[in-house]
């Protein structure tokens, strides 16, 4: 039986979003439990899933239940306490000090960066979606203002940001060229956006001359740049967002001083550790699955740690909407990360240092010497009392 209640080492999440502080009602839980917009064939229930049983098993005694208490009871009892208190229960059990949060998706029903800070007693600090900031800027601009106006806007943008995130794999996949576009080819593309959109009122970018601009436009600010990869939701076509497709990027930018994060990963956790072990500059997460897979997390958890160096996998749990995505992703990847060293250390491939040493780069000092906060701070009060319960 794994111990989910192993926490000796606060987490530093590096990539999620916020949580619905309202009522959640059953079916819009069952639409925020999975990466669908639908609900499963008629007569089955999408609960009935790996992150189904994990929320049973884990969360349900956050909230004070038994564990494995049906579905149902539990989704009652969680109405019956509120959102916020929910929230607050689920979110603190994790022991985390930092969220870096994804603003990008416009849902004014998720928790702000502050908002999220205060219901989980921890630091947040805020990633700015390129995309986003782009179609901000279109909706009231023209083309030739875009095309030069965006590098500054972005850059006024991040100012306070701890980084950057793309969505390319969604708008139109990793097979584009690595090199910065050309301002002819911008402007052409540019132009062509402004026409098309104004005459639809859509401003949805996905030109991948305008995609690739905006990414240079995110590598000149030095800012480390998060790319979506692997699995999310039916916008991705799976194939196309392969990380190992980013092989030119890489090359590419390996002297710039920039850092790339791969999110998710999930298959491709092996093509991204093979990539952060032979570039520098890229690292990888298993964000996401690290609650979807539920019981299975743990083989998710082994594949990022095979061939990448450890300064180069990070702790994520790509967390929306739900705080049982905080909660089933932190006491996951706890219990399998050390279960995980246990087996190192047991089978005498490394010591019990060792295995403290590389825990804790992976949970939180990874991410505290990519993004560069500042570290000289007290750890978060919340993950010191954690720490100190175990
Ligand atoms: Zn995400």
């Known amino acids: ?10 987490l530093f999440d590096h990539h999620c979003h916020g949580v619905v502080d309202a009522p959640v009602g059953d079916d819009e839980f069952r639409i925020l439990a999975s990466e669908s917009d639908w609900p499963g064939p008629a007569g089955t229930d999408s609960l009935d899933s790996p992150f189904g049983l994990a929320v049973r098993r884990i969360c349900a005694p956050l909230i004070g239940l038994e564990p494995l208490v049906p579905i149902q009871d539990y989704l009652a009892h969680r109405q019956s306490i509120g959102a916020p208190e929910a929230n607050q229960l689920l979110l603190r059990s994790t022991g985390t000090s930092d969220y870096l949060l994804d603003t990008g998706i416009p849902d004014p029903r998720l928790l702000s960066p ?33 095309v030069s106006g965006f590098p500054d806007v972005l850059g006024a943008r991040t100012k306070d940001a701890a980084g950057l995130k793309s969505i390319i794999a969604y708008r139109h996949g990793f097979d584009i ?6 301002k002819h080819e911008v402007q052409r593309a540019a132009d062509e956006w402004f026409r098309t959109s104004e005459a639809t009122g859509n401003f949805r970018v996905t030109d991948p001359v305008l995609l690739r601009a905006g990414l240079w436009a995110g590598i000149d600010t030095g800012l480390p740049i998060q790319l979506h990869t692997g699995y999310g939701d039916g916008d ?15 090359q590419a930018t390996r002297t710039l001083g920039v850092d790339f994060m791969l999110l998710h990963c999930y298959p491709f956790i092996r093509e991204a550790g093979i ?15 690290s609650h979807y897979l539920g019981p299975s997390t743990g083989k998710a958890i082994r594949e990022a740690m095979e061939i990448a160096p450890f300064s180069k996998v990070l702790y994520s749990s790509d967390a929306f909407g739900l705080a049982e995505h905080y909660a089933v992703s932190a006491a996951l990847w706890r219990a399998e990360f050390a279960a995980l060293m246990d087996e190192w250390v ?16 992976v949970a939180r000092g990874n991410a505290q010497r990519v993004y560069k906060l500042d570290t000289q701070e007290e750890l978060h009060q919340s993950a010191l009392e954690l720490t100190e319960k175990s």
């Open 1 to 10: 039986m794994p111990d989910f209640t192993e926490a000796r080492f606060p």
């Open 114 to 146: 502050a908002g999220m800070a205060e219901r989980a007693n921890a630091r947040s600090h805020e990633i700015v979606r390129i995309e986003r900031v782009a179609e901000s800027l279109a909706g009231e601009s023209s083309a030739a203002a875009f």
């Open 177 to 182: 060229p690595a090199e910065r576009p050309s």
């Open 236 to 250: 991705v076509e799976l194939f196309r967002a392969d990380p190992s497709r980013l092989n030119p990027l890489f």
């Open 275 to 289: 990539l952060a072990q032979i570039f520098p500059h890229v690292y990888l997460d298993v964000g996401l699955v």
């Open 346 to 361: 047991g089978s005498g491939w490394a010591t019990p240092d060792d295995a403290d040493r590389i825990t804790s780069m």
